[in-house]
């Protein structure tokens, strides 16, 4: 079994699981050092809370990043997800150099839109900065709303095959390189996600529950990374990050009240099974 070091680079939410909370232990559990560098601390996740605290960290991150370096700690691939401020952007960019390899992989999730809006604390200056991230990535995990606000693309709704070819399009036209855009679904009660490598777009279609959750961005960014690092191929990370995900909301399904996250924790023993590692 293959064994990477990983820096993972995102908020830590104390309560709500997401970012970090839920990025440590699924990569920990697909069998990887997972080493954290918190972009900021906040008492909880900004959807649905209010009045949550938040304390930006990024006047410390040179100084991790430049320790990291004396001490030759370097990493086979880099996970950036929900960062603090959008001067991290040349934080992260700098960390890539410094801490990388030649060949690390980077994984980019660029968090920051769902539902054809912005979460609260971003607005254009943060999409600029991440377009400038998530074009030099090796990966990106988009969905549909964040890749508009990366190329530009009108926003809908509703749409069609041609569409999601056009706004794939538009994203390796801006500089892309691999792209996973999920949230990807032709009728009423299923979902996807389409993968764009070398050229080739492949589309996988699976359930979709109900009920929306909070948080199944992070969970399936975690996955797909925990997954690609253990060697899988961005098709086959993309569907087993897809189901663990689908698995993780299912186990939340029956609990109304749990609606800040997904029991993602529930669902572990069968992604380690998924990955041939149990
Ligand atoms: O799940 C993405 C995310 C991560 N971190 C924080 C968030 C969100 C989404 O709202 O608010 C702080």
Not at 231 to 238: Q, T, V, Y
Request: net charge negative; hydrophobic share 35%; with cysteine.
């Amino acid at each position: 079994m293959s064994y990477k070091r990983v820096l993972t680079i995102q908020d830590i939410s104390c309560f709500g699981q997401c970012s970090l909370t839920v990025a440590l232990p699924i990569i920990s559990a697909c069998g990887h050092e997972t080493v954290i560098l918190p972009s900021a601390v906040l008492s909880t996740h900004t959807a649905g809370f209010t009045g949550f605290t938040v304390r930006d960290l990024s006047a410390d991150i040179p100084a991790i990043s430049a320790h990291w370096e004396k001490e030759g700690i370097d990493f086979d691939a880099f996970y950036t997800g929900y960062l603090g401020s959008p001067e991290q952007i040349d934080y992260v960019l700098d960390i890539f150099k410094r801490n990388g390899r030649e060949n690390s992989v980077k994984i980019v999730d660029p968090a920051m839109a769902d539902g054809g809006k912005l979460y609260p604390a971003f607005d254009e200056n943060y999409v600029n900065e991440m377009k400038r991230l998530s074009f030099s990535a090796d990966i990106i995990l988009p969905n549909i709303t964040e890749a508009c606000f990366l190329t530009g693309y009108e926003y809908r709704e509703n749409y069609d095959e041609e569409y999601i070819k056009g706004l794939i399009g538009a994203l390796h036209e801006n500089g892309a390189k691999t792209v996973v855009l999920t949230g990807v679904g032709y009728t009423p009660d299923t979902t996807g996600v389409c993968v764009y490598k070398d050229g080739k777009l492949s589309y996988y279609k699976h359930e979709k529950l109900a009920r929306s959750c909070h948080g199944t961005g992070d969970v399936y960014a975690s996955a797909f990374v925990g997954a690609y690092l253990n060697g899988k191929d961005e098709i086959a990370a993309a569907k087993i990050a897809a189901d663990y995900t689908v698995l993780s909301m299912k186990k939340t399904a029956d609990d109304l009240s749990h609606t800040y996250g997904v029991k993602f924790e529930k669902a572990i023993p069968d992604l380690i099974k998924m990955l041939d590692l149990g």
